[in-house]
């Protein structure tokens, strides 16, 4: 049974930090690429960064240079280091599993005030 959790959401101020992570159990995690999704509300969900099984890293243009997807194949683990944090960057962060059917995670709230 494929299983992600995040944590590491919360509340912080423009230009902090936060680092998210994605725990995997039940798939095979080295194998799998990795993409870290938000939703704000009233907003679709889209992708904001993604890391291939052999650490290829791609991101969206609005968190290039500011944000920072990494992963632990031992711990079985994605993270999501985010830098100088906007308002706009507030939404519920999913972890995705490029797995044959797909997987997510529940979710982690980040808020972000002026």
């Known amino acids: 049974q494929v299983q992600l959790v995040e944590s590491g959401g919360g509340s912080v101020q423009a230009g902090g930090s936060l680092r998210l992570s994605c725990a995997a159990s039940g798939i095979s995690f080295s194998i799998i690429a990795m993409t870290w999704y938000r939703q704000a509300p009233g907003k679709q969900r889209e992708s904001v960064a993604t890391?291939?099984?052999?650490?290829?890293?791609n991101y969206a243009d609005s968190v290039k240079g500011r944000f920072t997807i990494s992963r632990d194949n031992a711990e079985n683990t994605v993270y999501l280091q985010m830098n100088s944090l906007k308002p706009e960057d507030t939404a519920v962060y999913y972890c995705?599993?490029?797995?044959?059917?797909?997987?997510w995670g529940q979710g982690t709230q980040v808020t972000v005030s002026t």
């Open positions: 890391i291939t099984s052999r650490s290829i890293t």
């Open positions: 995705y599993a490029h797995t044959s059917r797909g997987a």
